[in-house]
């Protein structure tokens, strides 16, 4: 066999500009290299941009979900209702605090939590016993049964259904935790993703809508808390305290001022950023709509706006992702199966015992979800190339 192609088409590609480098290099000849001016600046562009009271910059998404699960003061044994069909930090956050996820199914066409089923785990968990057992893990989750959370996530850059998820909060007195990692910029009938829950979360890895490399920011309308996850991502100091007291056992969770000011010209062009997205997805919907084996993203008639992730196709069942994969790659494109389901992750089968089955749809999208190549600065072309190879792809093992 040959080696690998180099990949000419990449999975991702963030989008850096002069004015970029020129702010990121700027920071070093400052004094500040970390907590600084640039992360205060670019909270305050986060609030504007979010509408929301509160901003926390922190090293990562992952770490912003979890200050949210120590603002939510969720402990051991607590249940919290989440979504097997997500990238793995939304439940580990959960699992850190040593607290159980209740994994909830998704709905079909969006990859969302499943409303419907949703309500049902509610009222089934709050009212304990036989009810409560049907949703809980085989093993694993020990006998208490206090639900204090839903963890829903905007799946690819689309807002889960918060009509139902906070009344569902509201009535039963959940905690509402948004992973909006995906969503920076979606809206749900006409208001942005992240603001819907007690508090939000934005990530900013390079694949990301706008990247500072590592990082990510909690939004949030509750000044107590925003006080906390301060305080916890500085290493536990309260206000007040030096930097050697610790009010709180904390975490070094902070963005540093280079990721800072990364993320504020980022921002600065989000708008531009998050058209171009649209035009590439608009591309492959134009190119992959009448090709038969394929199923483009769903866009449900509540998201006013999608924030454009990851484009996502789903394969038709009688090809052989695997195969079709690597024909792609020989191509050049690079291609990545999305999600793989979180209750089949080996840490997760022997804690809990999850099997095969568990999660139909999660399975089934899980089987079937392909990502292709996707970010602001791809071309006309590379797209139609893209369609083009896996449409050629697709006919070699069609008729297997
Ligand atoms: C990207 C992402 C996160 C956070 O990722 P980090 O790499 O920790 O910034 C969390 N949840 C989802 C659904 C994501 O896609």
Redesign the pocket.
Known sequence: MNPKKKNLIPMSSPEITDVDREAVLSVLDTKYLSIGPRIKEFEAAIREYIGSQSAIGVS??????HLCIRAAKIEPGDLVITTPF??V??TNVILFERAIPVFVDVEANTGNLDMQQTLEAVEDLLSGGKRAEKWLPRKGAGTTCRLKAVLP???FGQPADYDILMGISKQHNLTLIE?S??ALGAEYKGKKAGKFGDYG?F???P??QITTG???VIVTDNPEAANLMKALRNQGRAPGDTWLQHTYLGYNYRLNEMSAALGLTQLARIEAILLRREQVAHWYNQYLKDTQEVEIPFIAPATTRMSW?VYVIRIAKHIDRKLLAACLEKEGIAVRPYFSPIHLQPYMIERFGYQRGDYPITEDLGKRGLALPFSSIMSQEQVALVCEKLRTCIRKFSHK
Do not use: H, I, R
Request: proline fraction near 0%; aromatic fraction near 16%.
């Open positions: 990562s998404g992952t770490s912003g979900l997500s990238f930090s939304s996530v905007d799946v992973d990692c995906e979360v990530a900013f890895y694949n990301k590592e990082g990510g992730f």
